[in-house]
């Protein structure tokens, strides 16, 4: 079955370290996403990849990091000056176009203790 | 930019009522526009997408939603509510040729027995 994995589905941190979060699909998408979610907040947008070895700033870039060095695969790295990091992160993917529908992961529920 | 308004963060009906869940967005040029559900600590699922064809949509699960460009608006509506549609709602704008979607702050719905 095609579709966007994402592990893994809960994960602890203590503050100061970094932590990366894992996202991969069998899609053949061009475009990945990685989106914050806190609650009453909607979505925002981390950092997104148009194709590989690209990828540009979304609205909350500050305190995270990406590649993208495969088609089917964009790690999100939490770092340790992400003043606020807990909370949920989706990871989705489209074929890149405007009128394309984003697919999204189920999602990694990050806590830093 | 854009930018999604939904009014009202959480809706409550009775079961077999009509659910109207609204979404309002800023652009002078017709966008594309989408409606995600998503059930607790979950990814989000596409209910239905608006890409200038009919402006009436039909979606999985009896979801319609009505793209009123003259009101900026493209609320979902289903005629009868059903248990299962309790989860929260979320309307989301792409620009033409432009690869970024902008989304809502979400609207939980309650299904009342």
């Known amino acids: 079955d095609g579709g966007i994995t994402q592990s893994p589905k809960y994960l602890f941190r203590k503050e100061g370290q970094n932590v990366t979060l894992s996202c991969e699909q069998n899609?053949?998408?061009?475009?990945m996403y990685w989106y914050r979610q806190d609650p009453g907040q909607g979505l925002r947008l981390i950092y997104y990849s148009q194709i590989v070895n690209d990828f540009q700033k979304g609205d909350i870039a500050e305190g995270y990091s990406v590649s993208r060095e495969k088609k089917e695969s964009f790690p999100l790295t939490v770092t340790s000056a992400q003043k606020n990091p807990t909370a949920f992160y989706l990871c989705?993917?489209?074929?890149?176009?405007?009128?394309?529908?984003?697919?999204f992961g189920p999602g990694t529920r990050l806590t830093v203790l | 930019a854009q930018s999604v308004t939904q009014l009202g963060s959480h809706v409550s009906v009775s079961e077999g009522a009509l659910v109207l869940l609204r979404c309002n967005y800023s652009s002078s040029v017709p966008p594309y526009l989408f409606w995600y559900v998503q059930y607790p600590n979950q990814g989000l699922q596409l209910l239905l997408k608006y890409t200038s064809a009919a402006t009436l949509v039909k979606g999985i699960n009896g979801f319609e939603a009505e793209f009123k460009k003259s009101e900026t608006s493209f609320h979902l509506t289903k005629p009868s509510a059903h248990m299962s549609d309790a989860a929260e709602y979320f309307c989301?704008?792409?620009?033409?040729?432009?690869?970024?979607?902008?989304f809502g702050s979400g609207t939980k719905l309650n299904v009342k027995p």
């Open positions: 989705a993917s489209s074929i890149g176009t405007s009128y394309n529908e984003q697919f």
């Open positions: 989301a704008v792409s620009e033409y040729n432009f690869n970024k979607f902008y």
């Open positions: 899609l053949n998408h061009d475009a």
